[in-house]
């Protein structure tokens, strides 16, 4: 059974950092695109940032690019979000996903996390 486990989550002020992980079980993902997307209530899941599978090549959305880095372990099958100068804006559930043709489409990722909640207080 496939899983992604991600943690890290937390209530941080305005302006510090938080650094979520996604672990992978079940499968290897060391051959395809993964991506972290997060979800406000009252909102859609929106695209945050995404990486290419040597972790080379990074996609970010443009309200966390210079903000936010994606990296990724192949070798522990993890991926990481570290996020810094946190406004109150970034608060949501942060969703992990893997495998997809289209890296800034949710719908189109073929396994997702359970989430974990991000809270920035002003």
């Known amino acids: 059974q496939v899983q992604l486990v991600e943690s890290g989550g937390g209530l941080v002020q305005a302006g510090g950092s938080l650094r979520l992980s996604c672990v992978a079980s079940?499968?290897?993902?060391?051959?395809?695109?993964m991506g972290w997307f997060r979800q406000a209530p009252g909102k859609e899941r929106e695209f945050v940032a995404a990486?290419?599978?040597?972790?080379?090549?990074?996609y970010y959305a443009g309200s966390v690019k210079g903000r936010f880095t994606i990296s990724r372990d192949n070798a522990k099958n993890t991926v990481f979000l570290q996020m810094n100068s946190l406004k109150p804006e970034d608060t949501a559930v942060y969703y992990c996903?893997?495998?997809?043709?289209?890296?800034?489409?949710?719908?189109?990722?073929?396994?997702w996390g359970q989430g974990t909640q991000v809270t920035v207080s002003s």
């Open positions: 996903a893997a495998r997809t043709p289209n890296y800034s489409v949710y719908r189109s990722y073929q396994y």
């Open positions: 079940g499968r290897t993902f060391s051959g395809d695109v």
């Open positions: 990486v290419g599978w040597s972790g080379s090549t990074t």
